[in-house]
């Protein structure tokens, strides 16, 4: 027996047409089969977890002695607005670490109530101050 065979009583029959629902647009038809998100921020979730992170490098004594040294060379400079290059700890907001930013800038004031370095663009705490660079 054929498969045509089975629907016989059918397949000539005309095409049923709704008197109360209106025809679906084919836009309409297709989105019934398109794509969706059964677990919202999966991917947003999967992403953030992917993302990568790094750790603070702990100052060792030698280090802490030069950054403190470039820090009292930079307040007797600080009224000539030295250009310097900074690098510094960004803690991440959403998990463990951060990322190391290198930043070159002109040094506005070094801010010792505060315990931070102003910069033209930034303000940093000095405990995320990880090098100084006095390029000018």
Excluded: W
């Amino acid at each position: 027996m054929k498969a045509s065979d089975d629907y016989s009583d059918i397949i000539a029959m005309p095409h049923h047409v709704s008197k109360k629902h209106p025809p679906m647009t084919r836009e309409d038809r297709a989105a019934q089969f398109s794509p969706f998100a059964a677990l919202k921020g999966y991917d947003e979730g999967l992403a953030e977890t992917a993302r990568l992170t790094q750790e603070r490098i702990p100052l060792n004594e030698e280090g802490a002695a030069i950054l403190d040294e470039k820090m009292h060379i930079l307040k007797e400079r600080e009224r000539e607005r030295p250009l310097i290059r900074v690098t510094y700890f960004v803690p991440d907001e959403k998990k463990a670490g951060g990322e190391y930013v290198t930043v070159e800038d002109t040094l506005r004031r070094i801010d010792i109530r505060l315990r931070s370095l102003c910069l033209s663009s930034a303000e940093i705490p000095f405990s995320d101050i990880f090098t100084i660079e006095i390029l000018q």
